[in-house]
């Protein structure tokens, strides 16, 4: 199952274990089950703290718990932990076998202080690029805390349970037996969750830190080059998001990045990340902005979180990015995360053999809708203008397929559901004016992105549709504010344009603070 190149990589990982392990597998006659065992049996060959088991009497099959050597279980996997799991899979045995994981030493107390007894499960999928962040923060909450347990758990693999569950967007966590959560959790977000009084500590903490003299809002890749740039000119730099990585998190395959052959978004952002912490910039994720104040020359400017602390900053560098646009069609909200989704790769699994529909016809759109038609019975395109506006190859593609129908000039006017989950959509044909509707139990929206910049209403100018005006060195109408991004008026979103962006911004804020009247903030 896994080949002699990942074989050697996983030895040399797994001399980190500290304390011996064992894999206590629960499994039955089936084929997943066989996949399961020879994957367990070749993963406890490459090393001698790793025990298998195989006498578990877990009620999912195939499934198989962590735990030290004669202990309790600290993490169970149900089903196949491969694709997007299988770093999950590594992280949870080394951190099992007492290698520690790399969270902050206040958030490793802040986990060990939880009192009261959690069992979470979270739904993942194999393809979802979102889950593994969810999946990981609770594997390492498990480790730290004895009161807390997680199973992570292939839908795709217990089909009649996520169906009973009404399971229809991946991750989808459960909190002894009740929902807690769905979609992209940050590990600080969900302790946030369980630990009460964390955000009021953490408001405390924010606004007892000293000015900075670059502040970033935005943890993209915009904002990842603009803490660099930022902080290797040796001033004091911060960085505030509610996760980092943003966008990028939810892109799959990226092979456009100069000098990078292939990447992955979640990769990517990790080792944004990781450079960013290296050059020493004050990162702080969790943490929504809610309203800007800029300055006047010699002043400084307030970014106010929705927390309710404040920060304080000499320039300040916007990278909001921007998240997927809503149809704004009736039943669409009602149904979202029950039929309505966006991510095709996360979710897409869930709808095998099941009617879909694509909204959409750029290159998104006809991706996914090609993407879907490998996994679904049937794929309708649904796309707004009078032809598709997809590259002519990936349109080829598409009428290839010979499950997949194209509907140009249509207009989607409404999502139908029976409470529970979506069975169908309206749309109005733009030619005719005449409305049909469509079965179907899955609707993946694909029509753009829309700027994160809400809060930013009257403070810097925006254009109509909600995008931060910049001038060619960056510079918004405020003075002392820099912005770049998706959420900027800087046509082509690519991430190597809002990284070239993002350095851009940073320069620009750092010549404005030389040619400010007031010294520069002392480092902390």
Same mark, same amino acid.
């Given at each position: *199952? !896994?080949?002699?190149?990942?074989?050697?990589?996983?030895?040399?990982?797994?001399?980190?274990?500290?304390?011996?392990?064992?894999?206590?597998?629960?499994?039955?006659?089936?084929?997943?089950? /066989?996949?399961?065992?020879? %994957?367990?049996?070749?993963?406890?060959?490459?090393?001698?703290?790793?025990? !298998?088991?195989?006498?578990?009497?877990? @009620?999912?099959?195939?499934?198989?718990?962590?735990?030290?050597?004669?202990?309790?279980?600290?993490?169970?996997? =149900?089903? #196949?932990?491969?694709?997007?799991?299988?770093?999950?899979?590594?992280?949870?045995? %080394?951190?099992?076998?007492?290698?520690?994981?790399?969270?902050?030493?206040?958030?490793?107390?802040?986990?060990?202080?939880?009192?009261?007894?959690?069992?979470?499960?979270?739904?993942?999928?194999?393809?979802?690029?979102?889950?593994?962040?969810?999946?990981?923060?609770?594997?390492?909450?498990?480790?730290?805390?004895?009161?807390?347990?997680?199973?992570?758990?292939?839908?795709?693999?217990?089909?009649?349970?996520? =169906?009973?569950?009404?399971? *229809?967007?991946?991750?989808?966590?459960?909190?002894?037996?009740?929902?807690?959560?769905?979609?992209? *959790?940050? %590990?600080?977000?969900?302790?946030?969750k369980l630990d009460a009084g964390a955000s009021a500590r953490d408001a405390e903490r924010l606004n007892a830190r000293a000015p900075y003299d670059?502040?970033?809002?935005?943890?993209?890749?915009?904002?990842?080059?603009?803490?660099?740039? @930022?902080?290797?000119?040796?001033?004091?730099?911060?960085?505030?998001?509610? /996760?980092?990585?943003?966008?990028?998190?939810?892109? #799959?395959?990226?092979?456009?990045?100069?000098?990078? +052959?292939?990447?992955?978004?979640?990769? #990517?952002?990790?080792?944004?990340?990781?450079?960013?912490?290296?050059?020493?910039?004050?990162?702080?994720?969790?943490?929504?902005?809610?309203?800007?104040?800029?300055?006047?020359?010699?002043?400084?400017?307030?970014?106010?979180?929705?927390?309710?602390?404040?920060?304080?900053?000499?320039?300040?560098?916007?990278?909001?990015?921007?998240?997927?646009?809503?149809?704004?069609?009736?039943?669409?909200?009602?149904?979202?995360?029950?039929?309505?989704?966006?991510?095709?790769?996360?979710?897409?699994?869930?709808?095998?053999?099941?009617?879909?529909?694509?909204?959409?016809?750029?290159?998104s759109g006809v991706e996914a809708a090609i993407d879907l038609a490998g996994i679904t019975a049937h794929v309708t395109l649904i796309e707004f203008?009078?032809?598709?506006?997809?590259?002519?190859?990936?349109?080829?593609?598409?009428?290839?397929?010979?499950?997949?129908?194209?509907?140009?000039?249509?207009?989607?006017?409404?999502?139908?559901?029976?409470?529970?989950?979506?069975?169908? %959509?309206?749309?109005?044909?733009?030619?005719?004016?005449?409305?049909?509707?469509?079965?179907?139990?899955?609707?993946?929206?694909?029509?753009?992105?829309?700027?994160?910049s809400e809060w930013l209403k009257g403070a810097v100018k925006l254009t109509g549709r909600g995008e931060i005006e910049v001038d060619a060195r960056?510079?918004?109408?405020?003075?002392?504010?820099?912005?770049?991004?998706?959420?900027?008026?800087?046509?082509?979103?690519?991430?190597?344009?809002?990284?070239?962006?993002?350095?851009? =911004?940073? !320069?620009?804020?750092?010549?404005? #603070? *030389?040619?400010?009247?007031?010294?520069?903030?002392?480092? +902390?």
């Open positions: *199952m !896994l080949d002699d190149s990942i074989k050697t990589q996983l030895k040399g990982y797994f001399e980190r274990i500290q304390r011996p392990i064992e894999l206590v597998a629960s499994l039955d006659g089936g084929e997943a089950s /066989r996949e399961t065992l020879e %994957l367990l049996e070749e993963i406890a060959s490459l090393s001698d703290r790793i025990a !298998l088991i195989r006498d578990g009497d877990d @009620a999912r099959k195939p499934s198989f718990a962590i735990r030290p050597a004669g202990g309790d279980a600290v993490v169970t996997f =149900a089903g #196949l932990p491969m694709g997007h799991e299988f770093n999950s899979l590594v992280l949870a045995l %080394l951190q099992a076998g007492g290698h520690p994981p790399k969270i902050a030493p206040e958030t490793v107390e802040q986990i060990k202080a939880i009192a009261g007894d959690y069992r979470f499960e979270t739904y993942f999928s194999q393809s979802c690029q979102n889950c593994p962040e969810v999946v990981q923060a609770l594997n390492a909450i498990s480790v730290l805390n004895p009161h807390v347990r997680h199973v992570a758990i292939d839908g795709a693999a217990f089909p009649a349970e996520t =169906a009973e569950r009404e399971i *229809m967007a991946v991750p989808s966590v459960f909190l002894n037996g009740k929902p807690f959560g769905q979609g992209r *959790m940050s %590990l600080d977000e969900i302790v946030a670059m502040l970033i809002v935005g943890g993209g890749p915009a904002g990842a080059a603009a803490a660099i740039y @930022a902080a290797r000119k040796g001033i004091r730099t911060g960085l505030v998001a509610d /996760r980092f990585g943003g966008q990028t998190n939810d892109t #799959l395959g990226i092979e456009n990045l100069i000098s990078v +052959a292939h990447t992955e978004g979640p990769a #990517l952002a990790k080792e944004l990340e990781s450079l960013v912490r290296a050059h020493e910039v004050e990162v702080m994720t969790g943490q929504m902005a809610a309203q800007l104040i800029p300055a006047a020359p010699g002043g400084l400017a307030e970014v106010r979180l929705a927390s309710g602390a404040t920060l304080k900053a000499r320039t300040v560098v916007l990278s909001p990015g921007a998240r997927w646009r809503s149809m704004n069609v009736p039943g669409e909200a009602e149904y979202r995360n029950k039929g309505v989704a966006y991510c095709p790769h996360c979710d897409g699994p869930l709808f095998k053999g099941k009617r879909v529909a694509v909204i959409g016809g750029g290159n203008d009078p032809k598709l506006r997809a590259d002519e190859v990936l349109q080829a593609k598409l009428r290839s397929l010979p499950n997949v129908s194209i509907i140009a000039s249509a207009q989607t006017t409404e999502v139908f559901g029976d409470g529970a989950r979506v069975v169908g %959509l309206a749309y109005k044909d733009r030619t005719t004016g005449a409305v049909h509707r469509l079965e179907l139990e899955g609707i993946f929206v694909q029509i753009g992105l829309v700027p994160n960056q510079e918004t109408s405020a003075y002392g504010v820099f912005a770049a991004g998706d959420a900027t008026t800087t046509p082509f979103k690519q991430i190597v344009i809002a990284m070239g962006d993002g350095a851009k =911004a940073a !320069l620009s804020a750092f010549d404005c #603070l *030389m040619r400010a009247p007031a010294p520069m903030v002392e480092a +902390a």
